[in-house]
Every structure is written in structure tokens, then in C-alpha cells.
């Protein structure tokens, strides 16, 4: 990977990964010597996904006299794959200087660089991915749409949160958890969908069977879902892609079903987080993010509603050090799932030399980093520490896409000491890069009991009782 030549050495540095290279920094260093430039192009940037809905992003690039192409290439692609994963969508528009557009086409052209965004966006929109090119002028204003999620806590009602490490279900009678669950089970290591479907099943019934009746049921998982299907969810990465297409795009409806035609309700696992938050909080503009197996995300808006984004900020590139691990699902480098999740701190720990047993669960390495901090391991320590000043940087470069108020921080990674350090730092950053942003944002760390009951109740409150299911 080439290295941007607008990257630039962040005010606080990790000494676990001192060449981690903010792209906030970088991105705005590069904008400014564009803007100080002779005669700047306008770019406009179109991510279409379901019902024609368009998202639209504004930015500028060098005059091609300036002989900046490798910087502009590197800037648009980098900007589109972190609109592509927030926004969703099977097409982009690209208004702006045609040797950019070009390259562009030919990245997410069958067998280029950015293939595997190319399929995944393919699938769950079930539409073949296209580039057009065009002229900035002829891209219109985004035509967002934005809806009510959750918020319903009458009757009885069933929680329930697919982790890649644990399942977790609650009995909710009239918003109050009356009972709560966690089983730990493998759903990524399975290649039989039924592991998956009797797992969950029999979870939905130890709940149902702790309340008189069940009213509804509202899931929380990682992935993507669309009218309570499911178009791809890690989950089920093991799942032959004939078997999910059989078996697993219509679980969750089929599960409902079979417990009697109960109203259900699934939804991406982030933007149940970032529910939960604003019902704690009693606010709006949250962006909720679950540091797990994965990094999960999701947001709701100033008037309490979700957006339809993908929100899937694993595959959102989080750093420009060329020389960041790589992601082994979508082949790129520097994405958020290498910084925000247990992979993190295990990526930290390898790199600086901290022996972890190889034979341990990627769950159960982060247990081992977390029971070694309880005693007092400073090294270690600071491997949270250095999460938070991840957090802090690309806190500040989600802000080009969200509008925040709140960031709500949950996940197995955040759990005990290291959580509260990754808070600290995240602070210290926007502190130290943005006051004014570090008074505007309020970076929460929820406690353990809030965490488990918080998404319990917003999972089991997806449903409309009132709605035609």
C-alpha cells in the first residue's frame, strides 16, 4: 500500500502503535492545500440504495495541472468506501474529474481492488453494482429518509441479541426485564444452519416460557436486515452461500412463525446500541458502537430515527498507515474491525510482544488481557489505552458523515478497567484536536447492569404492536 502524503503525526501518540496515521488529520491537511490551490474541482459523490433513495456527498479535489493525481485517487477511494459502508447502496454516482472516475469504475469493476464491496453491496440489495460518471452539477441533493424505530414497551414481549460469542434473550412485561438469559455458543464456526436456528429458537422459548402469553419479539444482530431478512450477517460466514439462501434468509420469520405467527421485529444489532442510548439518555443524535467480535454501529438522528444507513463501520477505514493489518473477509487494510473490536487488542498485544496462549478463542484471549489488567498489568493496560485514542481520532472523522451529540461505547472490549481507559483517551484526543467539538460530544461508557438490560428492553420494544406484520 502506498503511503498518503498528506498524513500527518496525530498529537497523541500511542507508543503501542505510534504509526497509527488519523484519517481526520490527513483528510483535512489534504482539503486545505486544496483549497489554497489554483482553481479547485467540486466533486460530487451519489450512493443510491433501496427506493432511489440517494446520499449525497460534497467535497473538492486538485486541478489536474497540479499533477496530484496519486493524492486525489487515494482521497476519493478512501471517502467512497467509508460512504459506501455508512450509506449503503449498489450504486455510485461520481461527479467530478473523469481520470478519477475512471479509476474509481475500474476498483469496483469484477476483479478490482474493491471486488469484495462489490459483491456484498450486490447481495444484500439484490441489484447489480454499477459506477456512473458524470459532472458535479448534474448529482441533485441527497433524498434522505429517516424512520421510528422501537420505542414500543406494552404487553409481553421477548429480546433478543445474536453476539458472536453469546446469545442473549430477555422476558420484558411492559418494559421491565422480568428474566434474562446468556448461553454461550459458536455461531461462526458452524456450517449447518440449524446450529443457528435451534440455538435461537430455544432461547425465544426459555423466555416465552417465564410470561403467561408473548406479544411480540424483537431481534438485535449483527448484520444486515431488510423486511426482517436476512441479506448477510457474520453470524453465518461458514453457512455455504445455498444453505443461507434455503435456510437463513428467512429465519427469523420462519422462527416466528412456528412459535404461532408472533409479531417480530429484526434489526442490525448497532442500531438497536444506539436506541438503547438515546431511551437511557433521553436524547438524540447518538451514534451507539459495540466493540465485540466485531465493530458494530448505528445511529439515530435528531428527530429519533434510524436512517436505513448500513452503518457497518468495520469495513470503514479507521487509519492511512499503509502498513496496518489487513482485514481478512474484505482484503483491505486499516478498516475499523482491526481497531474496534477483541481483534484489536489481540492485534496489540501480538505487536508488542504480550504472550497469549494460541490455542486460546479470540474471546478467550481478550478474557486473559482483561483478567491480567485486574491484577495490575500496566503493559497491557495500555492497549486500551491505545483503543481509546482510536476511538478519540476517528470520533472526529465520523463527524463528516454523522451529526453527534452522544457516543454511546458498549462490547466485550469495553468490560471492566480497559473500558473505562478507552473512554479517558477517546476524551483526551478530541480534547487535544477539537475543544469545541470535545464540549459538544459526550463520550458515555454505560455500566454493565444498564449495557445488559438497556438492550434488552430496546430490542424487545422493535415491534409495533399495531402494525400488519
Same mark, same amino acid.
Given at each position: 500500500?502506498?503511503?498518503?502524503?498528506?498524513?500527518?503525526?496525530?498529537?497523541?501518540?500511542?507508543?503501542?502503535?505510534?504509526?497509527?496515521?488519523?484519517?481526520?488529520?490527513?483528510?483535512?491537511?489534504?482539503?486545505?492545500?486544496?483549497?489554497?490551490?489554483?482553481?479547485?474541482?467540486?466533486?460530487?459523490?451519489?450512493?443510491?440504495?433501496?427506493?432511489?433513495?440517494?446520499?449525497?456527498?460534497?467535497? *473538492?479535489?486538485?486541478?489536474?495541472?497540479?499533477?496530484?493525481?496519486?493524492?486525489?485517487?487515494?482521497?476519493?477511494?478512501?471517502?467512497? =468506501?467509508?460512504?459506501?459502508?455508512?450509506?449503503?447502496?449498489?450504486?455510485?454516482? *461520481?461527479?467530478?474529474?473523469?481520470?478519477?472516475?475512471?479509476?474509481?469504475?475500474?476498483?469496483?469493476?469484477?476483479?478490482?481492488?474493491?471486488?469484495?464491496?462489490?459483491?456484498?453491496?450486490?447481495?444484500?440489495?439484490?441489484?447489480? *453494482?454499477?459506477?456512473?460518471?458524470?459532472?458535479? +452539477?448534474?448529482?441533485?441533493?441527497?433524498?434522505?429518509?429517516?424512520?421510528?424505530?422501537?420505542?414500543?414497551?406494552?404487553?409481553?414481549?421477548?429480546?433478543?441479541?445474536?453476539?458472536?460469542?453469546?446469545?442473549?434473550?430477555?422476558?420484558?412485561?411492559?418494559?421491565?426485564?422480568?428474566?434474562?438469559?446468556?448461553?454461550?455458543?459458536?455461531?461462526?464456526?458452524? &456450517? +449447518?444452519?440449524?446450529?443457528? #436456528?435451534?440455538?435461537?429458537?430455544?432461547?425465544?422459548?426459555?423466555?416465552?416460557?417465564?410470561?403467561?402469553?408473548?406479544?411480540?419479539?424483537?431481534?438485535?444482530?449483527?448484520?444486515? #436486515?431488510?423486511?426482517?431478512?436476512?441479506?448477510?450477517?457474520?453470524?453465518?460466514?461458514?453457512?455455504?452461500?445455498?444453505?443461507?439462501?434455503?435456510?437463513?434468509? +428467512?429465519?427469523?420469520?420462519?422462527?416466528?412463525?412456528?412459535?404461532?405467527?408472533?409479531?417480530?421485529?429484526?434489526?442490525?444489532?448497532?442500531?438497536?446500541?444506539?436506541? /438503547?442510548?438515546?431511551?437511557?439518555?433521553?436524547?438524540?443524535?447518538?451514534?451507539?458502537?459495540?466493540?465485540?467480535?466485531?465493530? /458494530?454501529?448505528?445511529?439515530?438522528?435528531?428527530?429519533?430515527?434510524? &436512517?436505513?444507513?448500513?452503518?457497518?463501520?468495520?469495513?470503514?477505514?479507521?487509519?492511512?498507515?499503509?502498513?496496518?493489518?489487513?482485514?481478512?473477509?474484505?482484503?483491505?487494510?486499516?478498516?475499523?474491525?482491526?481497531?474496534?473490536?477483541?481483534?484489536?487488542?489481540?492485534?496489540?498485544?501480538?505487536?508488542?510482544?504480550? =504472550?497469549?496462549?494460541?490455542?486460546?478463542?479470540?474471546?478467550?484471549?481478550?478474557?486473559?488481557?482483561?483478567?491480567?489488567?485486574?491484577?495490575?498489568?500496566?503493559?497491557?493496560?495500555?492497549?486500551?489505552?491505545?483503543?481509546?485514542?482510536?476511538?478519540?481520532?476517528?470520533?472526529?472523522?465520523?463527524?463528516?458523515?454523522?451529526?453527534?451529540?452522544?457516543?454511546?461505547?458498549?462490547?466485550?472490549?469495553?468490560?471492566?478497567?480497559?473500558?473505562?481507559?478507552?473512554?479517558?483517551?477517546?476524551?483526551?484526543?478530541?480534547?487535544?484536536?477539537?475543544?469545541?467539538?470535545?464540549?459538544?460530544?459526550?463520550?458515555?461508557?454505560?455500566?454493565?447492569?444498564?449495557?445488559?438490560?438497556?438492550?434488552?428492553?430496546?430490542?424487545?420494544?422493535?415491534?409495533?404492536?399495531? =402494525?400488519?406484520?
Amino acid at each position: 500500500m502506498k503511503s498518503f502524503k498528506y498524513s500527518v503525526e496525530p498529537k497523541i501518540i500511542s507508543e503501542m502503535d505510534p504509526n497509527f496515521r488519523p484519517i481526520y488529520l490527513a483528510n483535512a491537511n489534504y482539503l486545505k492545500a486544496v483549497m489554497k490551490s489554483k482553481n479547485p474541482e467540486p466533486v460530487a459523490i451519489a450512493i443510491e440504495r433501496n427506493q432511489g433513495i440517494q446520499s449525497v456527498y460534497k467535497t *473538492f479535489v486538485f486541478n489536474d495541472s497540479e499533477n496530484e493525481y496519486e493524492s486525489n485517487i487515494f482521497y476519493i477511494e478512501r471517502l467512497i =468506501k467509508s460512504l459506501l459502508w455508512i450509506k449503503g447502496g449498489w450504486k455510485i454516482i *461520481f461527479g467530478g474529474p473523469k481520470s478519477i472516475g475512471n479509476y474509481i469504475k475500474e476498483s469496483y469493476a469484477v476483479g478490482g481492488l474493491r471486488e469484495f464491496d462489490r459483491e456484498f453491496m450486490t447481495r444484500i440489495y439484490e441489484k447489480k *453494482f454499477t459506477v456512473e460518471l458524470t459532472t458535479p +452539477d448534474m448529482i441533485k441533493d441527497s433524498n434522505e429518509k429517516s424512520a421510528p424505530l422501537g420505542r414500543h414497551l406494552e404487553g409481553y414481549r421477548i429480546g433478543f441479541d445474536a453476539g458472536g460469542s453469546d446469545r442473549k434473550v430477555s422476558a420484558v412485561v411492559d418494559g421491565v426485564p422480568i428474566y434474562s438469559e446468556e448461553v454461550v455458543w459458536h455461531p461462526k464456526l458452524q &456450517t +449447518d444452519p440449524t446450529y443457528h #436456528y435451534q440455538g435461537i429458537l430455544d432461547s425465544i422459548k426459555t423466555a416465552a416460557s417465564k410470561m403467561p402469553r408473548v406479544d411480540a419479539i424483537g431481534v438485535s444482530s449483527a448484520g444486515v #436486515y431488510i423486511d426482517n431478512r436476512v441479506m448477510a450477517a457474520s453470524l453465518f460466514i461458514k453457512v455455504p452461500k445455498h444453505e443461507f439462501d434455503l435456510h437463513v434468509k +428467512d429465519m427469523f420469520i420462519n422462527i416466528a412463525k412456528e412459535l404461532g405467527d408472533i409479531p417480530i421485529e429484526v434489526a442490525n444489532d448497532g442500531d438497536v446500541t444506539a436506541l /438503547a442510548g438515546a431511551m437511557s439518555l433521553e436524547s438524540n443524535q447518538v451514534l451507539g458502537i459495540a466493540m465485540g467480535t466485531s465493530q /458494530a454501529a448505528g445511529y439515530v438522528d435528531a428527530k429519533g430515527n434510524i &436512517t436505513g444507513w448500513l452503518n457497518e463501520l468495520a469495513f470503514v477505514p479507521a487509519d492511512y498507515n499503509p502498513d496496518a493489518m489487513i482485514d481478512e473477509w474484505s482484503l483491505d487494510y486499516g478498516c475499523g474491525v482491526k481497531y474496534f473490536s477483541q481483534d484489536a487488542a489481540i492485534k496489540l498485544a501480538e505487536q508488542n510482544q504480550i =504472550k497469549i496462549n494460541p490455542d486460546l478463542s479470540p474471546a478467550e484471549k481478550l478474557e486473559y488481557l482483561q483478567n491480567e489488567i485486574s491484577k495490575g498489568n500496566e503493559k497491557i493496560l495500555k492497549i486500551f489505552d491505545t483503543i481509546g485514542i482510536y476511538l478519540g481520532y476517528n470520533i472526529l472523522g465520523y463527524q463528516a458523515f454523522y451529526d453527534i451529540k452522544h457516543v454511546l461505547v458498549l462490547g466485550r472490549v469495553t468490560s471492566g478497567l480497559g473500558g473505562s481507559r478507552i473512554i479517558h483517551y477517546a476524551k483526551l484526543v478530541l480534547e487535544a484536536e477539537s475543544p469545541d467539538l470535545a464540549k459538544r460530544i459526550k463520550i458515555t461508557l454505560p455500566d454493565e447492569k444498564s449495557r445488559r438490560v438497556g438492550q434488552s428492553v430496546a430490542a424487545a420494544s422493535l415491534p409495533d404492536l399495531n =402494525k400488519r406484520y
